[in-house]
């Protein structure tokens, strides 16, 4: 934690981390000192490296009335763990949020307990803000003074629309003195919206508390809604209000939900099932009526919904079924793992089944990587990003990250170091849920020998791998370093990459030659090289060859051909311009044929020869008329011009000496010019 001295001044946006908190750039949490740096600059982009642990620490939540949280913090499927906070007016990893944006984060064994205020373990005020995949288990958030607002999750949601999806508080305990309370959120006073959420295992165990529900103590104001989602767990009091879903139901809807919740310890005035006192809008709700004690929806109210276990017939009701209401109206997968025996539905964890080649490059790693669901479901939302961190194993160096395209199985990490054992995490986030980190980790080991040759194309493993595209430089869907017919490595001429493709032919000698290392051509320039190969085909073959240039200057190229000691045109031949992941690449593509005009080695052999490239006509090459257009340098034509432009200038000063040395009352018709 930063603490401010009168010979150090902290400036109000210091962060000891990397980053420079913008969206594109993140500040980059590493340690819980720099999570507590949040607090410098309310307003950044945040990110965390790896899990947080702030066991003894002295923490204060970030954001506070009038200073409130207004940035982003990507979790990045991360644990946040160890923080106690104690005494707070408003207790939470942050205390208050406007219109914060908060994903894919994990709370783990804390304490949040407040004096005064509100309480959540997540945020105690919110003013608007989207808080999507907040995974919430082992935490205690406790308020001790009456009249607090508590909720496992948020504590009061008020001002603009605020949305919670995908978000869980799990085998933890909600408690409070007064007031309301909820599983996931205290008091609603706005457009809240809680989508595909849930609690489990949760003690809700409030003194005297008026309101309390197992997803939320009371919808007070604006148009909330709850849809797809579930409490279970207990609720033990003896307050005037509670349901098993919503304490104060008194606006807004709830739907496509359902309620397991163990009220039989309470000994509220107004109790139901599913709400205390209920006269929102409730639609293909339901609750387990034997868990609850009893058998009505809605303690005082007119909201509808349906008791199922009625003297204990179907205990299983909720539990690993998707063909049940309302979990029939729930999309397994996304996120849901509806069908694991025994079970109420849980958020399905993902795992990477991943193919390890054998053996890896010396100096990179490969993984061909599928994402599956636990139980086999593959998952069915859309992937938003994909991540990769890995060390050297049995150290504690720190865990270095990398991402990869979202629509590629294969991910490479490239610079490690030969004969060397690598741990490996991998982590996807989807458009609902994302993977769990700990439960993806391989070990790879590193090649001895820098030079595997997998497909035999003389290009080594090692450097196809690396090229952009996560080593497929031709954007075909498999790694180039898999295919004798694809070779790829970085062009000396340019320092970026260059692909070479043949539909049907093995290459071999592949390299890119400089116009001088084969003969000059006075009417082009060649800025990219000519690629020089052999293509090992049938005799008297065609082959289709692609040529892929990364990262070209501009320019209007056309493809010319050495051959028999001349350049020509290559006849048919066509080149575009392509983005190819983040890359502008040229790609020129033509025909050639075994022992015809564009083999070089003129034979029907087998094999073609071929160096050709992409061309620029030549700065000052003028159009003759016979033929292609001829160099001709500029030097010559300047050198020749400069004592004629100097005379010209000479005898003009002259002229205007003897205008004015003549009478100036007589007009002079005559003028110089250039």
């Known amino acids: 934690m930063l603490v401010a001295s009168s010979l150090v001044p902290v400036t109000a946006n210091a962060f000891s981390g990397t980053g420079s908190g913008t969206l594109g750039d993140p500040y980059q949490i590493t340690n819980c000192a720099s999570w ?143 007031g309301y309370t909820g599983g996931l959120v205290g008091l609603v006073v706005n457009d809240l919206t809680i989508s595909k959420s849930y609690t489990n295992g949760v003690t809700i165990n409030p003194n005297t508390s008026t309101y309390v529900g197992g997803l939320v103590g009371g919808m007070n104001s604006g148009s909330p ?151 086999s479901h593959k998952y069915s939302g859309s992937k938003v990003s994909q991540s990769i961190s890995y060390r050297a194993h049995g150290t504690s160096d720190p865990w270095v990250s990398q991402s990869w395209p979202v629509d590629d199985m294969n991910v490479v990490v490239c610079g490690l170091q030969p004969s060397t054992q690598y741990d490996v995490k991998l982590h996807v986030n989807w458009t609902v849920g994302s993977s769990d980190w700990e439960s993806n980790i391989a070990s790879s080991v590193t090649s001895g020998s820098s030079g595997v040759d997998t497909d035999g194309d003389g290009v080594k493993d090692s450097v196809e791998l690396c090229g952009p595209n996560n080593g497929d430089n031709n954007n075909d869907g498999t790694l180039d370093s898999a295919q004798a017919t694809v070779a790829s490595f970085v062009n000396p001429k340019t320092g970026h990459y260059a692909t070479i493709e043949s539909d049907t032919c093995d290459l071999s000698n592949t390299l890119i030659k400089s116009e001088s290392a084969l003969g000059n051509d006075s009417s082009y320039n060649y800025p990219v090289g000519l690629f020089d190969f052999s293509a090992d085909c049938g005799v008297g073959a065609t082959t289709t060859i692609t040529q892929y240039y990364y990262d070209p200057p501009a320019g209007d190229f056309i493809l010319r051909k050495y051959v028999n000691g001349q350049y020509r045109d290559v006849s048919g031949a066509v080149l575009n311009r392509q983005t190819i992941g983040s890359h502008q690449v040229l790609v020129a593509t033509y025909s050639v044929t075994d022992g015809g005009p564009l083999d070089s080695d003129g034979l029907v052999n087998g094999v073609i020869v071929d160096p050709a490239g992409p061309a620029l006509v030549s700065i000052g090459a003028p159009d003759t008329g016979a033929g292609r257009p001829q160099e001709t340098s500029i030097v010559p034509l300047v050198a020749a011009m400069v004592p004629l432009l100097f005379a010209a200038v000479i005898a003009g000063i002259q002229a205007s000496r003897r205008a004015n040395m003549s009478d100036k009352f007589i007009k002079h018709d005559n003028s110089i010019g250039m």
């Not at 914060?100 to 003013?127: C, Q």
């Not at 797809?228 to 349901?243: C, E, F, L, V």
């Not at 359902?258 to 609750?287: E, I």
Request: aromatic share 10%; proline share 3%.
């Open 36 to 178: 507590l740096e949040m607090a410098n600059n309310l307003s950044a982009y945040y990110i965390l490296e790896n899990n947080i642990d702030c066991t003894g620490t002295s923490y204060t939540p970030i954001g506070s009335s009038g200073s409130e949280f207004t940035g982003s913090l990507n979790g990045n499927g991360f644990v946040i763990s160890g923080v106690t906070v104690d005494g707070s007016n408003s207790a939470g990893l942050f205390g208050y949020a406007i219109d914060a944006t908060i994903i894919d984060l994990r709370i783990e064994n804390s304490n949040f307990i407040n004096s005064t205020g509100f309480n959540g373990a997540l945020v105690g005020n919110a003013d608007g803000g989207t808080f999507t995949n907040i995974t919430a288990s082992g935490n205690t958030v406790e308020s001790i003074q009456a009249g607090a607002v508590t909720g496992g999750l948020i504590g009061y949601t008020q001002g603009g629309a605020t949305a919670i999806s995908s978000s869980n508080f799990t085998d933890g305990t909600v408690a409070s003195n007064q």
């Open 225 to 375: 809604v709850i849809s797809k989602s579930y409490a279970q767990g207990t609720i033990s009091s003896i307050d005037t209000y509670y349901g098993g879903l919503v304490g104060g139901f008194f606006t807004g809807t709830v739907e496509d939900s359902f309620a397991a919740v163990d009220m039989t310890a309470g000994a509220g005035t107004y109790t139901g099932g599913a709400f205390g006192v209920g006269d929102g809008t409730s639609t293909n709700n339901f609750f387990d009526a034997t868990l609850a004690g009893r058998s009505d929806c809605t303690g005082n109210g007119a909201a509808a919904c349906t008791a199922v276990n009625v003297g204990n017939s179907t205990p299983d009701y909720f539990k690993g079924n998707s063909t049940n209401a309302p979990m029939s109206s729930w999309i397994v997968d996304d996120p849901w793992n509806l069908n694991e025996t025994g079970a109420y539905p849980t958020f399905a964890i993902g795992t990477a089944a991943c193919d390890d080649p054998t053996p890896q490059p010396a100096t990179a790693m490969h993984f061909a990587c599928e994402w599956l669901r636990l139980n």
